[in-house]
């Protein structure tokens, strides 16, 4: 079987629009966190794509439109980054991924692409409205992380696609995001619960928007745009907490499993997001 | 080609790109001192540093070593000479099984090459990607805030001195240069690999279809062994008696993991065949889960021999129990289900055998190799003397290698092929397979008089036992003893059963039981002091056994019952905390958590214990020897596994002190059953008192022949300088010439000292009555903590831990069995449940981080125990025993929520917080 180390996104993607010869098609591999702890045990070869050579592929940026977290960009790398207060929840997030070892080898986009339920990334670049890069032979496109992520490890990369980039828009307005996170255990734990937010402020205080997204509580995180609605315009100095209500979560659909049960995650999970949107707004 | 620098030297080497890291260092390049404990990233036992950074080298593609610049545990002591970071490690007792330690060490070296001198938040984060399961991680976090510090090692304790001194291990350095041998980095390198294909199902039968298919795609594949490949008996046991667990499944299966057939091939094919492609034709049924269906009617039966699934039946009965309950002013009542819990240890049980003539020689994990020895023996078919075991170091027990796992297979396949045959398990193959905690329903009543005195005692405990016998008999029989607590009281009646299902044979685990029964007995305390308006540890120290007291199996205890004074030293902590979290709760109010408000509440626990060194009512002896050989060398024959608990250093100390040498004068064999004597298992917190006591026999029979050789009196001072023997005794020197003395027995030592000691026990009538245990530890541990209200998260905030332990021969050692105990206690009541299929790996299934363990303050109470070496008892199991209770505890304490399912996960806890809330008083 293959094992294919490209230097260039043009190489990459010529190869995957060639499956190799008798396979199943091209695994690509980067920091190799989700390959390797899911081949456990017996197995037959497979053909790699590993990109982790890939140039133009690591490291933050500003653009003119926002930021650019190139695909190869490790957690550590955005942990380490020069970035506003809007990155804090990605931060966050970042510091929860495995552990240091994990954060120094697994990339955002891999986190993405492996699309975990319980994926720690996804909320946080979920509330920083990401669009996600992908290459292809036939050209580039972008989706939005929403549609980029379909279900339990299901996203909308199609087979010869790689994903190049995660863009970042720059909001209008002085934001802040933050990251909160419910484990049965201090490190290495996989989220029961867990919650990221950005709000966005202005001059005089209020909310100019809001974006929350509750991860581990269905297929794929999602984002509570009836809580974004009616935190929008409100007063940061009010108790924006109490306007969190249960009818918020209706995208939400939890399910009992080893971590906790349904009716526990739905009840944490509004714990959880009136902690965050009080720590928003302070 | 992939070519890049390891530890500082270009290496270039050929491999298939996408092998882990792990394996191209350890079996490309031969060094094994980084370890592997999942192959997922869960545990950071393969943490090296890839061009200064940790990561884990399981998940990190050959391909990807290229270029880089590799550090390994290897090359923190490229000179020999071991560094700052593992000299603290060292001075600390940061490292005890050492299996863990590479990944450790590396972790540490990441934080320390950019900080040198970090907080403890900081140690936390850049370790939190490392699991140990022995240390409780809290000397490691010492052992680096002390690193900057460089200071030298402790200075050898002057002779006679060695009993109680804090010595580093003496097998220590090896644990930390990357040098130990575990079980899997002892195999010559042209050994096959064996991989036991494993029931997918809990309960099936099955044929097997024929096997040229699978050889014709796979040449590398040598032989599949099944069932009628065993050579002599296809069972196994614990007890003597029962050998219900085949080698390889004989057309039926009674636990998910069982193994089937076993492949025996090079590694490539090995690591190829899915267990998919094996022609196995399975007919799956309906498996018997937990005890409530082994026990209803008309249930299937497991075993032929036991027709309504029940294994075993204990009982410890006194007086009349529903008189006395009648009469009691106060009575409480309970009960409590707890879970599987695995015991994680972090070396996948490994080794690997070969064919010498007629006999089997191996080298693998055990925890008692002369009896493992026996069972081999009985697997093939001959005679014991024609297996040889020699343990490997033991990347951590717990009990979990007290039963046999990979030992039958690799006999079995090296017997029919000539060949070296090695095996590793994979973590779910570990987890899938071997045994566990026994899951327990305890329920009890128990009453006290007006005065605070407990007047009678019921209960009666059903445990899970799983699809194998293993050490179920024993939790019948140990448990009922200590159903109790470490209580007097004259009247009791304690019952328990053991129960065959289709889940993982339950077997030993640190505490035998007593950990799940002690949840029970120390609810029912507070709830009996809450009830009698007493302070709960006041109503303990009422209580609890002191000399003089009869046990409820009669046993008057004689010496060394030191619960009281333990409770004594906790009270002004007990006090101090008590107040700390009654005012800390005044300032916060008693909010409920509604509406997203962070409401935490604190609250402190207690929970207390007693522990039977030794087998129950059960022969459990160890023999020792001791020689000095004619060039001097004093060597002690251990044949005590040393599992990370300290055994070696422990008896080293003891030899030193009884022979009156300087301890770093002796060197060891140890655990090899061709060179060792049967010191019997390192369980039932034995080995201090067992093994040191046969020891300190051994050691003083020698010095009493070489004092009787020299005509010297008791005093006589005894200095080996090589072949030449002398003894002080007052103003004369006496010499004896080592090299003209004749060598006796085949160590060639010209003078042997022999030991041998068995605690003094009785049998138990059938009432439980007799003396099951020479004596007994004792312990009481308080835990402070909060509770999230709204989300049911616990966080510890402290332990003290009062223990009596007789005499503390290494204190640091007998601390890092205290705070590894709690850790694992810590597991056991908030995170631990083993659930087969679903949590068969390290991120399902959780253990402590380092992060879980808080401070703990440690009180060592030394109530001297006449019949152990130097007044020691035991400290294994008791330290772990009343963590949970005084967790679940301090919960109630802090919330009123009563968390009737073990562990208390945060679900479980909100859930009993609602309940509690409801003004539903438990």
């Known amino acids: 079987m293959g094992y294919l180390r490209p230097t260039s996104v043009d190489e990459a993607v010529g190869a995957l629009a060639a499956s190799p010869a008798g396979g199943s098609g091209w695994v690509v591999l980067a920091g190799g966190t989700d390959h390797y702890p899911a081949r456990v045990g017996p197995r037959a070869a497979e053909d790699i794509l590993d990109i982790s050579r890939v140039a133009g592929l690591r490291g933050v940026a500003e653009t003119d439109s926002g930021w650019r977290i190139g695909a190869l960009t490790t957690w550590t790398e955005v942990i380490e980054a020069d970035l506003p207060p809007l990155f804090d929840g990605l931060k966050l997030a970042a510091r929860e991924v495995g552990g240091v070892q994990i954060q120094n080898r697994g990339t955002v986009a891999g986190n993405l692409c492996n699309a975990s339920p319980a994926a720690d990334g996804i909320p946080p670049l979920l509330s920083l409205d990401a669009m996600i890069e992908l290459a292809s032979a036939k050209g580039t496109r972008r989706l939005k992380l929403a549609e980029f992520i379909q279900g339990n490890r299901r996203t909308a990369r199609r087979s010869d696609e790689l994903v190049t980039a995660i863009h970042l828009p720059r909001p209008a307005n002085a934001a802040k995001g933050d990251f909160l996170k419910l484990g049965a255990r201090k490190y290495l734990v996989i989220s029961i619960v867990m919650a990221a937010g950005v709000i966005e402020r202005t001059a005089d205080r209020k909310v100019a928007a809001a974006r929350i997204a509750v991860g581990a509580c269905s297929a794929a995180a999602q984002r509570l745009s009836a809580l974004e609605q009616a935190l929008a315009g409100q007063p940061l100095d009010t108790n924006l907490r109490a306007l969190v209500t249960e009818m918020h979560l209706a995208p939400l659909a939890p399910i009992d499993d080893v971590r906790g049960s349904a009716g526990y995650r739905l009840d944490c999970a509004l714990t959880i997001v009136r902690r965050l949107v009080d720590r928003l707004a302070s | ?922």
């Not at chain 2, 008692?368 to 033991?394: C, K, M």
């Not at chain 2, 029970?520 to 000399?547: K, P, S, T």
């Not at chain 2, 995170?831 to 303050?857: A, C, F, K, Q, S």
């Open chain 2, 1 to 922: 080609m992939i070519a890049f620098t390891l530890n500082g030297k270009a290496v270039s080497v050929e491999a298939p790109p996408e092998r882990r890291l792990t394996d191209l260092l350890r079996l490309d390049l031969g060094l094994t001192g980084t370890k592997v404990g999942c192959e997922a990233g869960d545990c950071g036992a393969c943490t090296v540093l890839i061009d200064e950074r940790q990561v884990c080298a399981c998940m990190v593609p050959a391909a990807q070593a290229d270029g880089s610049a590799i550090v390994t545990v290897e090359g923190l002591a490229p000179a020999g000479e071991i560094s700052a970071l593992q000299r603290a490690f060292h001075r600390h007792g940061a490292a005890q099984c050492g299996i863990c330690t590479p990944g450790m060490l590396m972790a540490a070296e990441d934080l320390l090459r950019r900080n040198p001198a970090p907080s403890e938040a900081e140690t936390l984060d850049a370790l939190g990607g490392v699991l140990c399961r022995c240390t409780g991680y809290r000397k490691i976090v010492e052992a680096i805030s002390d690193v900057a510090a460089n200071r030298p090692d402790a200075v050898a304790p002057a002779v006679g001195d060695a009993v109680g001194a804090r010595i580093g291990r003496v097998d220590g350095i090896r644990k930390l240069d990357g040098t130990e041998r575990f079980g899997d980095d002892v195999a010559p390198e042209d050994a096959l690999w064996l991989r036991a294909v494993r029931s997918p199902h809990a309960r099936a039968t099955f044929t097997l279809g024929e096997l040229a298919p699978l050889h014709a795609k796979y040449p590398g594949l040598v032989r599949v062994f099944t069932a009628k490949d065993v050579p002599g008996n296809n069972g196994f046991g614990i007890y003597p008696t029962v050998k219900d667990q085949p080698v390889l499944a004989d057309g039926q299966v009674r636990y998910r993991g069982e193994a089937v057939v076993a492949l025996v091939g090079d590694r490539a094919t090995i690591e190829t065949i899915r267990d998919d492609e094996v022609p196995i034709q399975w007919q799956a049924q309906t498996p018997l889960i937990g005890c409530a269906a082994a026990t209803a009617p008309g249930a299937p039966v497991l075993h032929a021999n036991l027709p309504d699934n029940i294994l075993i039946k204990g009982r410890v009965a006194r007086g009349d129990v529903e008189r006395e309950l009648a009469a009691a002013h106060v009575t409480a009542e309970a009960e409590f289900e707890t879970s599987f819990v695995e015991h994680a240890y972090i070396e996948p049980e490994a080794g690997f055998a070969r064919r010498v003539g007629d006999r089997i020689e191996m080298m693998a994990v055990t925890q008692q190799p002369v009896a493992h020895r026996d069972e081999i023996a009985q697997v093939l078919g001959v005679a014991p003397d024609r297996v040889r075991l020699t343990a490997t170091a033991v990347g951590g027990g717990f009990g979990g290698k007290l039963d046999l796992s990979l030992h039958p297979l690799i006999a079995i396949a090296a017997w029919h092929l000539d060949r070296p045959v090695r095996c590793v398990y994979r973590r779910p193959e570990s987890m899938a397979s071997t045994t566990k905690r026994h899951p327990a329903h305890v329920k009890g009543r128990w009453g006290a008089d007006k005065d605070g005195r407990l007047v009678a005692i019921d209960f009666h405990g059903d445990f899970n036992t799983g699809a194998y016998a293993s050490w179920g008999p024993t939790v019948a029989n140990r448990v009922p003893v200590h159903a109790s607590g470490p209580y007097a009281v004259k009247t009791a009646r304690a019952t328990s059963r053991a129960i065959h299902t289709n889940e993982p044979p339950a077997g030993a685990f640190r505490g035998f039981g007593v950990p799940q029964a002690a949840v029970l007995h120390e609810y029912l305390m507070d709830r009996l002091a809450d009830q009698l308006g007493m302070d709960r540890l006041e109503f303990r120290l009422v209580n609890a056994i002191r000399v003089g007291d009869a046990t409820a199996t009669g046993q008057v205890l004689t010496h060394s019952a030191g619960l009281a004074k333990c409770l004594e030293e906790l009270r002004p902590h007990w006090k101090r905390l008590r107040a700390e979290a009654a005012e800390q709760n005044r300032r916060t109010g008693n909010g409920h958590g509604g509406n997203g408000h962070a409401v935490i509440r604190r609250g402190v626990g207690i929970g207390c214990m007693w522990y039977g060194i030794g087998n129950t009512s059960m022969s459990n002896p160890s023999t020792m020897r001791i020689g000095i050989s004619a060039e001097g060398k004093v060597t002690l024959y251990n044949g005590a596994v040393d599992i990370g608990q300290g055994s070696t250093t422990i008896l080293q100390q003891i030899a030193a002190d009884a022979l009156r040498i300087p301890v770093d004068r002796i060197q060891q064999i140890v655990g090899d059953t061709d060179l060792t004597a049967d010191a019997g298992k390192t369980s039932a917190s034995r080995q201090t008192l067992v093994s040191g006591k046969a020891v300190e026999i051994a050691a003083l029979d020698l010095r009493e022949k070489v004092l009787r050789l020299t005509n010297a009196g008791p005093e006589g001072r005894i200095a080996i300088d090589g072949p030449v023997l002398r003894v002080q005794d007052g103003d004369a020197t006496r010499t004896l010439e080592l090299r003209t003395m004749a060598a006796q027995g085949s160590d060639g030592d010209v003078l042997t000292g022999h030991g041998r000691f068995d605690p003094p026990t009785t049998p138990l009538d059938e009432n439980g009555q007799g003396v099951p245990y020479a004596t007994y530890g004792f312990a009481a541990q308080i835990c402070d903590l909060e509770v999230d209200v709204a989300l049911g998260t616990v966080k510890l905030r402290r332990f003290v831990a009062a223990h009596d332990v007789g005499r503390a021969i290494n204190p640091m050692l007998v601390e890092g069995q205290i705070h590894g105990g709690i850790a694992q206690g810590i597991g056991l009541a908030l995170m631990e449940e083993y659930i087969p299929g679903r949590t068969e790996n390290l991120h399902d299934y959780l253990i402590p981080t380092i992060g879980d363990v808080p401070p703990i303050d440690i009180i060592l109470v030394e109530d001297r125990e006449p019949v152990g070496p130097f007044g020691a008892k035991g400290i294994g199991e008791p330290a772990l025993v009343p963590t949970a209770p005084a967790i679940l505890g301090a919960i109630r304490d802090a919330t009123g929520a009563v968390v009737r399912k073990i562990p208390a996960l945060p679900h479980r806890v909100r859930e009993a917080i609602k309940l509690a809330q409801g003004g539903t008083q438990p």
